[in-house]
């Protein structure tokens, strides 16, 4: 079986690992496919992660503008849409399926360019609500340009047949983050501070702040709020930079500004890779953001989530995600609160350990 996989951000493609590996220790051939934020310079070439992971890329598709307002946007996905129907035009006869992720704007523009050529497209994380996202309409998207359904939740897999009708394709196989978590040799606290000079033997907040994409002209104020409380917080925030979104160069710019001007309380990076994020992860006093990874993984290291605003609104969570307004006095009072009490999560909701293996099994069920 040729297997296709389509990837177009480091989130993604931390998500993807389990599968990926999987798929390149069985018999089966993969291909995959790299657009999006992994080509652009300016969100660190993150295509590198990919190769650094022993993973050969069959095409690359530049697709993404410098320019994130909503005409950016649009431009980044009809460069996608186009890039990758010329893909598609080469490979469409060699594929069985191709896989698709989540609900970015890219990842909507390249399944759509699939359809035409007539590949069966299976589709990962649909079903979810993220009702302050635009997100949220690409991923419901994808799920009907989608053949087969693999997703993280009984309660997606619900919203599934609602929206298609069709129970006989859709699988609830868990979410392959948190087997990649579960499975992931991390980097000890010298091996980290080496890489990258943060020390992450102390008390410190894992954050990401991603732009609300249905409140255009609010992210100043929400950033606002957010750095407003980093000053009274007398942590140390290590901080993974936002995605390429609409508005995503004011939060981006806000950061690197506070950083410059109080390097002791906030450290930024283009991104960590995927054992760093975990380490980080692993070893944080309390995440605090709006990012998924902090309602799907977190829990199986039994981490508090501060979840910031609207983004992640509608998504499952489990009970170590406390939903909090951008407001600077109620971020302090959680922080306050929650650094001193201990997480109980008897079990992460979003699966056992074992999606990548389901995933296979059932492909190969349905293929041969």
Same mark, same amino acid.
């Given at each position: 079986?040729?297997?296709?996989?389509?990837?177009?951000?480091?989130?993604?493609?931390?998500?993807?690992?389990?599968?990926?590996?999987?798929?390149?220790?069985?018999?089966?051939?993969?291909?995959?496919?790299?657009?999006?934020?992994?080509?652009?310079?300016?969100?660190?070439?993150?295509?590198?992660?990919?190769?650094?992971?022993?993973?050969?890329?069959?095409?690359?598709?530049?697709?993404?503008?410098?320019?994130?307002?909503?005409?950016?946007?649009?431009?980044?996905?009809?460069?996608?849409?186009?890039?990758?129907?010329?893909?598609?035009?080469?490979?469409?006869?060699?594929?069985?399926?191709?896989?698709?992720?989540?609900?970015?704007?890219?990842?909507?523009?390249?399944?759509?360019?699939?359809?035409?050529?007539?590949?069966?497209?299976?589709?990962?994380?649909?079903?979810?609500?993220?009702?302050?996202?635009?997100?949220?309409?690409?991923?419901?998207?994808?799920?009907?340009?989608?053949?087969?359904?693999?997703?993280?939740?009984?309660?997606?897999?619900?919203? %599934?047949?609602?929206?298609?009708? #069709?129970?006989?394709?859709? /699988?609830?196989?868990?979410?392959?983050?948190? =087997? +990649? $978590?579960?499975?992931?040799?991390?980097?000890?606290?010298?091996?980290?501070?080496?890489?990258?000079?943060?020390?992450?033997?102390?008390?410190?907040?894992?954050?990401?702040?991603?732009?609300?994409?249905?409140?255009?002209?609010?992210?100043?104020?929400?950033?606002?709020?957010?750095?407003?409380?980093?000053?009274?917080?007398?942590?140390?925030?290590?901080?993974?930079?936002?995605?390429?979104?609409?508005?995503?160069?004011? %939060?981006?710019?806000?950061?690197? #500004?506070?950083?410059?001007? /109080?390097?002791?309380?906030?450290?930024?990076? =283009? +991104? $960590?890779?995927?054992?760093?994020?975990?380490?980080?992860?692993?070893?944080?006093?309390?995440?605090?953001?709006?990012?998924?990874?902090?309602?799907?993984?977190?829990?199986?290291?039994?981490?508090?989530?501060?979840?910031?605003?609207?983004?992640?609104?509608?998504?499952?969570?489990?009970?170590?995600?406390?939903?909090?307004?951008?407001?600077?006095?109620?971020?302090?009072?959680?922080?306050?609160?929650?650094?001193?009490?201990?997480?109980?999560?008897?079990?992460?909701?979003?699966?056992?350990?074992?999606?990548?293996?389901?995933?296979?099994?059932? $492909?190969?069920?349905?293929?041969?």
């Amino acid at each position: 079986m040729k297997i296709g996989v389509i990837t177009t951000s480091r989130a993604d493609f931390g998500i993807y690992l389990p599968l990926l590996n999987k798929i390149k220790e069985s018999e089966h051939h993969l291909m995959l496919f790299a657009g999006g934020m992994h080509t652009a310079s300016h969100f660190g070439n993150s295509h590198q992660l990919i190769e650094e992971a022993g993973f050969i890329i069959g095409e690359m598709v530049d697709g993404i503008s410098t320019d994130d307002s909503p005409f950016g946007l649009c431009e980044s996905m009809a460069l996608t849409l186009a890039g990758f129907s010329a893909v598609w035009k080469k490979y469409a006869d060699e594929l069985d399926v191709v896989f698709v992720l989540g609900d970015r704007f890219e990842m909507y523009a390249a399944a759509s360019s699939i359809i035409p050529y007539n590949i069966i497209i299976a589709h990962l994380h649909g079903g979810e609500t993220t009702l302050g996202a635009i997100d949220n309409k690409f991923r419901n998207a994808i799920s009907m340009l989608s053949d087969y359904h693999f997703v993280s939740h009984e309660k997606h897999a619900e919203k %599934l047949v609602q929206m298609t009708g #069709d129970s006989a394709r859709i /699988f609830n196989v868990g979410a392959l983050g948190v =087997e +990649n $978590l579960l499975g992931q040799s991390l980097m000890s606290t010298d091996a980290f501070f080496e890489k990258f000079k943060f020390d992450i033997s102390k008390d410190y907040i894992l954050t990401t702040i991603h732009p609300e994409t249905v409140s255009a002209g609010k992210n100043v104020h929400f950033i606002d709020e957010y750095i407003a409380a980093v000053k009274e917080i007398d942590i140390p925030v290590l901080c993974t930079l936002p995605n390429a979104d609409t508005e995503g160069s004011v %939060l981006r710019a806000a950061l690197l #500004d506070f950083e410059k001007q /109080f390097p002791q309380k906030l450290k930024c990076f =283009e +991104n $960590l890779g995927i054992v760093g994020y975990f380490t980080a992860m692993k070893n944080c006093l309390i995440m605090l953001g709006n990012t998924s990874s902090g309602i799907i993984e977190a829990a199986s290291y039994q981490k508090w989530v501060i979840d910031l605003g609207d983004r992640q609104k509608g998504r499952f969570a489990p009970s170590n995600v406390v939903h909090v307004p951008f407001d600077r006095k109620e971020i302090v009072r959680n922080v306050q609160s929650l650094r001193t009490t201990d997480v109980n999560v008897s079990q992460n909701p979003y699966g056992k350990g074992n999606t990548a293996e389901q995933i296979l099994g059932i $492909l190969e069920t349905v293929f041969i």
